[in-house]
């Protein structure tokens, strides 16, 4: 591949290595610089990644450097040294079969939590998501630990973001509205959706057994807006993405529950249809200003395949 500006050769030859201590084998790039240049800044003008997705291959211990697995930004590199990507982004530390390592820098995480792990402690040994990343912290010789930043339930997966230390914590969490700009929502609701798409907004409180519910008019409690588009239906249920204004305690829920169609598998707000025995609520779009950086970060994963077995 030939730099027009910088002139630089890369000789690019894609191979299978054999990792030695591995599962299974891993599909690298290999390329050879011919400057002087800071790792990142190699990384981000000469592979076809954007520069969120190159962070995190170099964050996920993707990148080795003559053979040396190499995670620091600024990492000095010189004419003839070869680089290995990894494709697979394999993280060799962190494992779980609940959490999943998004992106991660000396700042913050982004992970996908499965169905039935909580954001955060509550209870004796409750399984939780700061649980798993402060022991991957451990494990990984950092000296930092994971702040709750925002919650999903139990029963909700999807996109989350940890800080790692106060300061970023407290940056996230008071300017939360205005860093955070871009927050959705994918749903299994139950019954047909008569509309494509509209938006509920009212206002939600909840009374003293912990039950949010909805009012037309200002009920003391606070003003949730929520938009929705309808994906796909059939006459038993439909698929429903949701962008969120606010972010209240169970605002999709209980706007669902307004809607007529409450999400399948809430036990809490929902009608008792229960087709995939999990709540079918799934946070798949994260996108927010990084807090020390101001780098816009993008984060989408998939939609669920369980819930688009049922369409």
Request: aromatic share 10%; charged share 25%; with cysteine.
């Amino acid at each position: 591949m030939l730099d027009r500006n910088n002139m630089i050769i890369l000789q690019v030859v894609n191979t299978t290595l054999m990792i030695t201590g591995k599962s299974k084998d891993e599909l690298y790039d290999r390329l050879t610089v011919d400057r002087e240049s800071p790792l990142l800044e190699w990384l981000i003008a000469n592979l076809k990644m954007s520069k969120t997705k190159v962070k995190a291959t170099l964050q996920g211990h993707g990148i080795k450097v003559n053979g040396k697995t190499v995670t620091q930004f600024d990492y000095p590199l010189r004419p003839g040294m070869h680089i290995a990507v990894s494709k697979s982004k394999t993280n060799d530390i962190f494992r779980s079969k609940h959490v999943k390592l998004v992106y991660e820098d000396k700042y913050l995480i982004v992970v996908e939590k499965a169905v039935g792990i909580l954001s955060m402690p509550a209870g004796h040994k409750s399984l939780n998501v700061k649980a798993v990343l402060d022991d991957y912290f451990r494990k990984s010789k950092q000296h930092c630990t994971a702040h709750v930043v925002h919650r999903l339930d139990r029963d909700t997966s999807g996109l989350m973001v940890y800080a790692k230390d106060m300061q970023t914590e407290q940056t996230l969490e008071h300017e939360w509205h205005k860093i955070v700009y871009d927050r959705r929502y994918v749903a299994v609701l139950s019954g047909e959706m008569e509309q494509d798409e509209g938006t509920v907004a009212n206002w939600l409180r909840d009374n003293k057994a912990y039950f949010t519910y909805s009012s037309p008019v200002d009920n003391g409690g606070k003003y949730a807006v929520t938009h929705f588009f309808t994906l796909d239906r059939t006459t038993s249920h439909s698929l429903v993405e949701f962008k969120l204004e606010t972010g209240r305690k169970n605002q999709i829920r209980v706007h669902c529950a307004d809607l007529g169609h409450p999400v399948c598998g809430d036990v809490k707000y929902g009608n008792g249809d229960d087709p995939l025995n999990r709540l079918c609520l799934h946070a798949f779009l994260l996108c927010f200003y990084h807090p020390v950086t101001h780098e816009r970060m993008e984060f989408e994963t998939p939609i669920p395949q369980t819930f688009k077995s049922l369409f």
